[in-house]
Every structure is written in structure tokens, then in C-alpha cells.
């Protein structure tokens, strides 16, 4: 709130001519909010007076400089954990190192020494028979209710192009029709013009 007819800061500064500073000076004292904003600019006048001069610096750091570069193992943290391909690269190579470890390191449960294994091939045999034959049909009955959905699904789409088609069709004899008729009726008319009166 600065109601002095001149600038406090030309006054604090001692810019103004010996009149305008008397001016001021008398007003100042009168007016608190004037006398105030004087108080707050002297405050911080002293402050920045307080402050030492620093040296301008003679060059500006850059980011492309030495300085602001990160560490090469923090460089290649971040190339590893940011590229995709290789990160993947990474996980596919530890996944095969466990499967390999696991293969080769699980242990093999001996069957007891006086018992051995007995493998009943046929039986073996006749349920790998049956799997496979289910899986056949069950591929087949798929292969063949897709094969009928895309039957239909052509159908229809043919259906609605000739519904089209037809619509189209009797629209264009609706037409020539009407033209027909119109022509018919100027004939007609003409026709009545040239009889003689009776």
C-alpha cells in the first residue's frame, strides 16, 4: 500500500531531489502503511547487502559433459533392465539353467531290489490308441461345426447381397414403368388434341 506521491524505492536508494525527498520524508512519517512498506524495504535492502558477492562462472556445465554422465555399471543397469530383447534374453536363459539343472540333478527313486517294474505295453497301447482316436474326433467334430458356421455365415451374406439386388432391381422397373406410363399418357393427350371436335 503505497500512497506516497513518489517511488519509496527512489527515496530508500536516494534518487529523488532534495524537495521530492523532503516530500516524502514528512509524508512517511504521517502515513503508517507508507512508513511500513519503507521498514520492509529497508529489511530487505540490508539482507541483500548481507550477501557476498559470487564469481559469475566462466563456463556453463552442460549435460552432454563428463561430469553429469552416470557410472558404466549404472550405464549398463539401465541399458539391461531397459531393452526388452534383452531382458527376455536373460529369462529365457535362466528358465533353460533351472529345466537343465533340474533334468540332470533331481534325484531317481530306486524301485525296491527284489521288485521290478512291469510294463504292460498293450494296455499302454490301447490307451494311447484311445486318446489319440478321441482327439481326432473331437478335432474333427470343431473342424467340421466351424466349417458349417462359415457355411451359413456365407449364406446369409449372400442372401442379403440378392435382397439387395432384388430390391434394387424392382426399384429400377418401378421406374422405367412410370416412365412408361408417363409417356403413355402424353401420347394419350396428344392423341385427344388432334381429334376433330364433334
Known sequence: MNCSPFDLRDYLF??????QRRQVDLHVRGCSGCHEDLERLRTTSAALMSLGDEEVPQRIGFVSDKIFEPSPARRAWRAFWGSTARLGFASAAMLSLAL??????????????GQQAVVDTRAVEARVSERV???VEKAVAESETRQVQKTAA??????????????????RVKDAFAYIQKLNNVA?????????AR
Open 133 to 135: 482316436s478321441a482327439a
Open 14 to 19: 536516494g534518487e529523488l531531489a532534495e524537495p
Open 154 to 171: 456365407l449364406l446369409d451374406a449372400a442372401e442379403k447381397r440378392f435382397e439387395l439386388q432384388r430390391a434394387a432391381d424392382m426399384e
Open 100 to 113: 537343465a539343472g533340474f533334468t540332470f540333478y533331481r534325484p531317481v527313486t530306486a524301485a525296491p531290489i
Open 188 to 196: 394419350l393427350r396428344a392423341s385427344y388434341d388432334m381429334e376433330p
